[in-house]
């Protein structure tokens, strides 16, 4: 079966800092992948997504993601965080044909003013 | 956003009783899902419905039930709940089955 492992559970930064979060997956073949955020006591938001073309991926506020197949990894990355990044971050795997995604365990953010 | 409301989006109920929850999409979109989230374990799913009246279990899906009988209406239905089952639980929606778009939730505690 499918895997995501998000390796930092938690990431506590101070405003300006760059942010790299880890995204690995287990399967093979052809693969969407996906970054949710969830700020706090709000739902999942789409962040940035990759299904083909340039693996270097940007998306909202100032987002992008990587991916890089002969690692199987699709990490997210920010230049310069800001207090209002903190968040839960889910990367998503989707196989190819598949309609049901498989979620990492999420990435909690705190950015500190 | 997406058009997804789920209701209610609190309840508090106790031990046995039955639960359904109800997430109304005005998006059209084939698919729906129905995940819980809990501390430690991010997402789970537990059902979801690539059609009218076609639904399948998901990962957790013991003890909970779903109908789709529009393509509007996503119910999922915990017979008889249990404290196990407190939890948030989501629902989203998908046009072609890759990008999802979340509901703002249910935070369900029993008793």
């Known amino acids: 079966a499918q895997s995501v492992s998000q390796h930092n559970h938690h990431v506590i930064l101070s405003e300006a800092a760059s942010l790299e979060l880890g995204c690995n997956y287990s399967y093979g073949g052809t693969v969407n992948l996906f970054w949710y955020v969830q700020y706090p006591g709000q739902h999942l938001q789409l962040l940035l997504k990759?299904?083909?073309?340039?693996?270097l991926v940007k998306g909202i506020k100032g987002f992008e993601a990587e991916f890089i197949k002969s690692k199987f990894s699709f990490n997210l990355r920010k230049p310069s965080v800001q207090w209002s990044d903190t968040a839960e971050y889910f990367c998503a795997v989707l196989s190819g044909g598949s309609y049901i995604p498989t979620f990492g365990r999420g990435t909690s953010l705190i950015v500190h003013p | 956003d997406a058009g997804i409301t789920q209701s209610p989006r609190h309840k508090v109920t106790e031990t046995g009783t039955p639960v359904t929850l109800r997430c109304h999409q005005t998006?059209?979109?084939?698919?729906m899902y129905w995940y819980r989230q809990d501390p430690g374990h991010g997402l789970r799913l537990i059902h979801y419905?690539?059609?009218?009246?076609?639904?399948d279990k998901g990962e957790v899906s013991d003890g909970y039930s779903v109908s789709r009988s529009k393509t509007e209406d996503f119910l999922l239905t915990l017979e008889s709940a249990t404290s196990s089952q407190t939890s948030v639980y989501f629902c989203a929606i998908s046009e072609s089955g890759d990008t999802q778009f979340f509901g703002p939730g249910t935070r369900l505690t029993v008793l």
């Open positions: 998006e059209n979109h084939r698919y």
């Open positions: 419905s690539y059609g009218v009246k076609d639904t």
């Open positions: 990759y299904f083909s073309g340039d693996p």
